[in-house]
């Protein structure tokens, strides 16, 4: 079958580095993308990998080893406004369907 | 700039009735899909549709219809509402199939079936 695992919850201090990982199964897989969601909104794009290393953008990097069949979120330099849920997909065919994880709850304290 | 717009964003049905949750998206995205989000469950794809007059089903489809006579428009209906659909459902279109063109989420509608 297809499936993603994500932590449920990670706690982290204001100014830290937070990594979230992913470990995924699927028979077909085109690339790992995470997306953010604050309470009560829409989820919004954050990155995409579809080969392996480390794609950076400002204080967000996401990495992916398909190897391994497992990727991750990092999130330096921790602000208040990070405070939301992440989401790791993968597209797994042609047709552009995307499968989502469950989702980790970041949670950043002062 | 609109966007992918649903409407309405609060529902509350009885078990039985039916409704239509309307989509529409102004940016010419071929893509469009669907996703109920639960407490704990995450973002589960219920039907998709890679341009108009072709839809397939995701991961959850059963008890859900959709439908794409325009590029614009994909409305998702429940034919019989059941209390395990009070959920809150997200519309979201891309660029097209290719992988790696990121999804535009609309803003939800929150639905409840007693």
């Known amino acids: 079958g297809q499936s993603l695992e994500q932590p449920s919850e990670v706690t982290a201090v204001e100014g830290a580095i937070v990594q979230i990982n992913c470990t995924y199964q699927?028979?077909?897989?085109?690339?790992l993308s995470w997306y953010q969601q604050h309470d009560g909104g829409a989820p919004t794009f954050l990155s995409y990998?579809?080969?392996?290393g480390l794609e950076e953008t400002g204080r967000f990097s996401s990495f992916l080893s398909r190897s391994d069949s497992y990727g991750y979120l990092l999130l330096q330099e921790l602000q208040m406004k990070d405070s939301a849920s992440y989401f790791c997909?993968?597209?797994?065919?042609?047709?552009?369907?995307?499968?989502f994880g469950q989702g980790t709850t970041l949670q950043v304290k002062p | 700039n609109a966007g992918v717009t649903q409407t309405p964003k609060f529902q509350v049905l009885k078990t039985g009735q039916s409704m239509t949750l309307q989509c529409a998206q102004d940016?010419?995205?071929?893509?469009m899909s669907w996703y109920r989000q639960d407490p704990g469950m995450g973002l589960r794809l219920i039907h998709y549709?890679?341009?108009?007059?072709?839809?397939d089903q995701g991961e959850v489809p059963n008890g859900y219809n959709v439908s794409r006579s325009t590029t614009e428009d994909f409305p998702l209906r429940l034919l019989s509402a059941a209390p395990s659909q009070t959920s809150v459902y997200f519309c979201?279109?891309?660029?097209?199939?290719?992988?790696?063109?990121?999804?535009?989420f609309g803003n939800g509608t929150r639905l409840t079936v007693t």
């Open positions: 979201a279109s891309r660029t097209d199939a290719r992988e790696g063109s990121p999804l535009h």
């Open positions: 699927t028979s077909g897989f085109y690339g």
């Open positions: 940016m010419n995205h071929e893509y």
């Open positions: 549709s890679v341009g108009a007059g072709i839809t």
């Open positions: 997909a993968f597209g797994s065919s042609n047709t552009g369907k995307l499968i």
């Open positions: 990998n579809a080969l392996d």
